[in-house]
């Protein structure tokens, strides 16, 4: 069983930034490859970026040069770095586990975008 936790969300004005965290539970965090999602309300889940356990990164279109992911092992977190942010990115934001099994989803963390 892994519980993720993530945090740092928040409003925010149009152009700025917030970190989101997520710290999970567990020795096998390194041997994660972990996942970051967003949900606007009346949306559907919207894939947003990945991280392999070597650090490799992967965005969605919409989000890549804004967007920043990345992962320290020693803390079990992995982050999410927003920058430049628009109203289009105010959604529920979830981490989560690509490659366990069963994966793992986090509860979730707000982020409002508005002026």
């Known amino acids: 069983q892994v519980q993720l936790v993530e945090s740092g969300g928040g409003l925010v004005h149009p152009g700025g930034s917030l970190r989101l965290s997520c710290a999970a539970s567990?020795?096998?965090?390194?041997?994660?490859?972990m996942e970051w999602y967003r949900q606007a309300a009346g949306k559907q889940l919207e894939f947003v970026a990945f991280i392999t356990t070597t650090g490799d990164t992967d965005y969605v279109g919409s989000v890549k040069g804004r967007f920043t992911i990345s992962r320290d092992n020693a803390k079990n977190t992995v982050y999410l770095q927003m920058n430049s942010l628009r109203p289009e990115d105010t959604a529920v934001y979830y981490c989560?586990?690509?490659?366990?099994?069963?994966?793992?989803w986090g509860q979730g963390t707000q982020v409002t975008v508005s002026s």
């Open positions: 989560h586990t690509r490659n366990t099994v069963p994966t793992y």
């Open positions: 567990g020795s096998g965090f390194s041997t994660y490859a």
